[in-house]
């Protein structure tokens, strides 16, 4: 909740803000960051608009900038849960994993149900190879939200990396069978599934992604697919395409290695 010093911000100012949030949803986070900016600078300890920049500058990989204007924001509210948040993705962004943890805990302390810092810690956890307490907070955060693929297809990873393959799989099944999926979902489903070695799965999900949105990405994830199947000429004739979208030195290494396995002329 914010403190009286909010209540007062002229409608001018407060209109600022709504604007630069309506850029920011858009994903045009320079003109955000501007608006925000005007709404500072007319009223300078505006927490929202505070910890809206410290968004946008998270959003821009200005990690150190983020921390400075969400720092502010705690210094005037300092139970804010947004900027606690917004500051524990700067330090996530920074490599500061044990400040990160820190200002993620606390604002867990002061918002349990609140699905961005339950999500963060799992990811965090995850990221720092603690497996089970990533399981543990992906479960809370479908819990909260149990639409969040992203959360099924992580704690489906972590669960397979820690020996439990049938719940694990349980977890990959149940995103498969959301047929709603956003083009990333499916991409990053699939490159679950490619780890846990469901190879004709991840092939299946990425030819319908294809035939819809058709991406390097894309071409280059069922590329591995069809060299783990053994269909090298499929394979090769995705990763040329994926390289002929976009450079990547990844896609290099793979077109090397499935080179390799294609039969001599």
Do not use: C
Request: hydrophobic share 40%; aromatic share 12%.
């Amino acid at each position: 909740m914010a403190y009286e010093i909010n209540e007062s911000v002229p409608p001018k100012v407060k209109l600022l803000n709504d604007i630069g949030g309506y850029f920011y949803d858009s994903g045009k986070y320079l003109d955000a960051k501007a608006y925000f900016s005007l709404a500072i600078k007319m009223y300078p300890n505006y927490v929202d608009a505070l910890v809206n920049r410290a968004a946008v500058y998270n959003a821009l990989k200005k990690f150190q900038d983020a921390v400075h204007d969400a720092t502010r924001a705690l210094k005037i509210e300092p139970n804010n849960v947004q900027a606690l948040n917004n500051r524990g993705n700067s330090y996530t962004g920074l490599g500061k994993y044990t400040q990160a943890l820190e200002d993620y805990k606390s604002a867990y302390r002061l918002a349990p149900k609140f699905l961005d810092v339950v999500f963060n810690i799992a990811n965090l956890y995850y990221r720092l190879n603690l497996r089970l307490d990533a399981v543990r907070y992906y479960t809370q955060a479908i819990e909260i939200h149990p639409g969040l693929t992203q959360a099924y297809i992580f704690r489906g990873s972590a669960l397979h990396e820690l020996g439990y393959q049938k719940r694990g799989n349980a977890d990959f099944d149940a995103v498969i069978r959301m047929q709603a999926r956003s083009p990333g979902i499916s991409l990053l489903l699939s490159q679950a599934l490619i780890q846990v070695k469901r190879f004709k799965d991840a092939e299946k999900i990425l030819t319908q992604l294809l035939l819809e949105n058709e991406s390097a990405d894309a071409l280059a994830a069922r590329a591995e697919a069809f060299y783990y199947l053994k269909n090298y000429s499929a394979a090769l004739t995705d990763i040329d395409r994926a390289i002929g979208i976009k450079s990547n030195i990844d896609y290099q290494a793979l077109r090397m290695k499935i080179n390799k396995k294609m039969p001599k002329k």
